[in-house]
């Protein structure tokens, strides 16, 4: 398994501003990925982040509203650019260890 | 593109009651699934991996079961406790470690004292 830590763990921004999240993860892992969590709704996969690569968005999330980095095999940042009040939501990363993925406790987003 | 869908969306039920949680998937070609739980203000803990391999996994009070031909799983809570009151998320992974997961939207459970 895997500790992860976000970083914050809520904000409130106002519009048009921008926010970049931290993910920790107590050990190495070759894999981290973002999700969003929208009010009611299901987590999305925003993006995979690999290590020394760039980010893979998901159909309907773009480098430029969502930049990733992945400057080593335990941190990982997402920053949520230039935002509007639908951005409002839960972000949260996640890890895979052997098939299985470990979830951080998420940052919830308000955007007012 | 893969869908998954969670049947009921919220369930109430007194404690003591043995219960089930329904997930469907739509493309059978999975990796895994994974069945979460969230608690508000909280992350997601996993509850249990169920391998395309496999029909069933275990722990403790919680069973799993895969039907992935019919693309069809199922939670299943015995002897079910207050704390046992979260939303419980479903998840399929087409690709291994190496993919995101596909999510269901939830089963909202609250266990009555």
């Known amino acids: 398994s895997a500790v992860i830590s976000q970083k914050p763990s809520r904000d409130i921004c106002q519009r048009g501003t921008s926010l970049t999240i931290q993910c920790q993860v107590d050990s190495q892992v070759t894999m981290m990925f973002w999700y969003r969590q929208q009010p009611g709704q299901s987590l999305t996969l925003i993006a995979t982040?690999?290590?020394?690569?760039?980010?893979?968005?998901e159909s309907g999330f773009v480098i430029d509203k969502f930049p990733i980095s992945r400057p080593n095999l335990t941190f990982s940042t997402l920053t949520v650019s230039n935002m509007s009040p639908e951005d409002s939501s839960i972000y949260l990363c996640?890890?895979?260890?052997?098939?299985?993925?470990?979830f951080g406790p998420g940052t919830r987003l308000t955007v007012t | 593109k893969q869908e998954v869908t969670q049947i009921p969306a919220a369930l109430s039920v007194p404690e003591g009651e043995n219960l089930v949680l329904n997930c469907s998937f739509t493309d059978s070609a999975i990796y895994n699934l994974q069945w979460f739980r969230q608690d508000p203000g909280k992350g997601l803990t996993s509850l249990l991996l169920i391998q395309s391999s496999q029909r069933e996994q275990t722990s403790g009070r919680l069973n799993a079961s895969l039907d992935k031909s019919s693309g069809r799983s199922t939670l299943y809570i015995a002897a079910s406790q207050p704390g046992d009151s979260a939303t419980y998320l479903c998840?399929?992974?087409?690709?291994?470690?190496?993919?995101?997961?596909?999510f269901g939207k939830g089963t909202h459970l609250i266990i009555q004292p």
């Open positions: 998840a399929v992974s087409s690709g291994g470690g190496a993919d995101g997961l596909t």
């Open positions: 982040a690999n290590q020394g690569s760039e980010a893979t968005y």
């Open positions: 996640s890890v895979g260890i052997a098939y299985e993925q470990y």
